[in-house]
C-alpha cells in the first residue's frame, strides 16, 4: 500500500514568488493534514480537513497561505507572495478517522526555499 | 498554554539504552506518542500509550507515563546505530483531533 505522497520534494523560489505543493493522501484516509515544520523544531498544524471541509485553519496565516481538498482526497497548499521566513518544510499527514486513537501517517515533506 | 517539551541531544553507546524524556501540559489528553524521523523522511508512529496507563511495553520500546507530573518518557533498550533519529513526543489535545508535538530529541550513537 502506497504510503503519503508528497510533490515536490524540494523547492527554492524567490521572494515574492508563488508556490504550491500538492498532497495524496493513504487511500480511504478521511482526514487530511498540513503542518509545516522548521529546522530544528516540531511539526506545527496548518490545517486539518476532514473530507473536503476545513474543520481547524486557526493556524494558517490566511493572508498568503490558501489550502484545498477538492473531492477530498488530494490537496494542495499554496503560498503566494512567498517570504523568506516561510523557509521550512512542509509536511502532509493522514488518518482513518479522529476518534480518541489518532495515529497520523506522514508523507516525505516538501522542503522550501525562499531566496 | 498547550507546549510539550524536551530535551534536544541525547548521545549514547551502542548497546546501552537511550532514555528519552518528555512533559507536556494537557493533563486531560488522552493519547501520548512518541514519533521518529530520520533524515530527509517524515514522522513515523513509533509508539502510543493511552492516558489510564503507567507502562506499555513493545520489543525494545517502554513508555513510562507519570501523568501527576506531566512527564512521559521513552527507554529504547540495546540502541543500534539504527535508532539514530530525531525523536518526537506528542499530546492529544480536545478530543484527540489535534496532536501538539514537542521540538525533539536527537538521538546520536556512538560506536
Known amino acids: 500500500e502506497a504510503g503519503v505522497v508528497q510533490s515536490p520534494r524540494y523547492k527554492i523560489i524567490e521572494k515574492k514568488q508563488p508556490v504550491a505543493f500538492w498532497c495524496n493522501p493513504i487511500s480511504g484516509h478521511n482526514t487530511l493534514y498540513w503542518y509545516r515544520q522548521n529546522l530544528g523544531q516540531g511539526p506545527e498544524l496548518l490545517i486539518r480537513?476532514?473530507?473536503?471541509?476545513?474543520?481547524?485553519d486557526s493556524q494558517l496565516p490566511k493572508d498568503r497561505f490558501s489550502a484545498e481538498r477538492l473531492k477530498g482526497v488530494d490537496s494542495t497548499l499554496k503560498i503566494q507572495p512567498a517570504e523568506l521566513g516561510d523557509s521550512a518544510v512542509y509536511l502532509c499527514?493522514?488518518?482513518?478517522?479522529?476518534?480518541?486513537?489518532?495515529?497520523?501517517?506522514f508523507g516525505p515533506g516538501t522542503r522550501l526555499t525562499v531566496l | 498554554g498547550e507546549d510539550v517539551e524536551q530535551s534536544l541531544f541525547l548521545s549514547v553507546r551502542e548497546g546501552d539504552s537511550s532514555v528519552i524524556n518528555c512533559t507536556y501540559t494537557d493533563s486531560s489528553s488522552t493519547y501520548l506518542y512518541w514519533y521518529k524521523q530520520e533524515p530527509g523522511a517524515g514522522l513515523q508512529l513509533l509508539t502510543y500509550?493511552?492516558?489510564?496507563?503507567d507502562m506499555k511495553q513493545d520489543q525494545r520500546l517502554t513508555v513510562l507515563l507519570n501523568k501527576k507530573d506531566k512527564h512521559l518518557s521513552l527507554r529504547i533498550a540495546d540502541t543500534q546505530t539504527g535508532d539514530s533519529a530525531i525523536y518526537f513526543c506528542?499530546?492529544?489535545?480536545?478530543?484527540?483531533?489535534?496532536?501538539?508535538f514537542g521540538s525533539g530529541t536527537r538521538l546520536s550513537i556512538r560506536p
Open positions: 480537513y476532514e473530507n473536503e471541509e476545513a474543520v481547524d
Open positions: 499527514a493522514s488518518s482513518y478517522r479522529t476518534g480518541y486513537y489518532n495515529e497520523q501517517f
Open positions: 500509550i493511552f492516558s489510564n496507563m
Open positions: 506528542a499530546e492529544s489535545i480536545g478530543g484527540a483531533s489535534k496532536i501538539i
